[in-house]
């Protein structure tokens, strides 16, 4: 098993101008992907396999009108297993940002691991700093946007969501395929 580096996170074309308009410290909502963002049907890495997770486009727009930073942050071990590569997760990555711009509610940046410990091929079988449970991705996120992680808030699916952001000292919910639509803007009160 070899040690690997954090991927450079894929940057909304509107990045700039978001940093600009917030001053430092800055805070940030963080959302995994599968199962947040998006309904996780296992693997998704195209269009026509995405379904929106009911009020997610609402709670990124809420955020956005107080001031967070919204950044995805995701273990995307298809890569590492195979199921397809680099290239076709960050084409898919700028679809899913064009997705969210159309509807006024951009996100900033999308931070992403294709490693595995056990599953993955080659290179991507290792063991890193990025894969939720670590809090590789957040902790890279933090130092370069200036963010306060203790004014920021993650929402995740699982357990290595919350470990992740607790060792990143951010605040986290964990959100229940039951909780979509409605339990989702619940979720707004996590945000101050």
């Not at 727009?61 to 680099?86: C, F, K, S």
């Not at 991705?137 to 370069?144: E, F, G, H, N, P």
């Not at 699916?157 to 919350?162: T, V």
Request: aromatic share 8%; hydrophobic share 45%.
């Amino acid at each position: 098993m070899s040690t690997a580096h954090i991927r450079a996170p894929y940057m909304d074309p509107s990045a700039d101008a978001q940093l600009a308009s917030l001053p430092v410290p800055r805070k940030a909502l963080f959302l995994d992907r599968d199962g947040v963002v998006n309904i996780n049907h296992g693997y998704v890495h195209t269009p026509a396999n995405t379904d929106w997770v009911p009020g997610i486009f609402e709670l990124v727009a809420d955020a956005h009108a107080r001031g967070y930073l919204p950044i995805v942050v995701t273990n995307q071990a298809g890569i590492g297993r195979g199921l397809y590569d680099e290239v076709a997760f960050l084409a898919y990555t700028a679809w899913m940002h064009a997705q969210f711009a159309a509807r006024n509610t951009p996100l900033l940046a999308t931070f992403w691991c294709p490693h595995h410990p056990d599953a993955g091929n080659g290179d991507y079988r290792a063991d890193c700093m990025c894969r939720k449970p670590a809090p590789g991705m957040l902790l890279d996120a933090i130092a370069r946007y200036g963010i306060d992680p203790a004014q920021s808030s993650m929402i995740g699916d699982k357990q290595g969501d919350l470990e992740a952001a607790a060792a990143a000292g951010v605040p986290a919910r964990l959100l229940h395929e039951q909780d979509w639509g409605s339990g989702l803007a619940g979720m707004l009160s996590i945000l101050s």
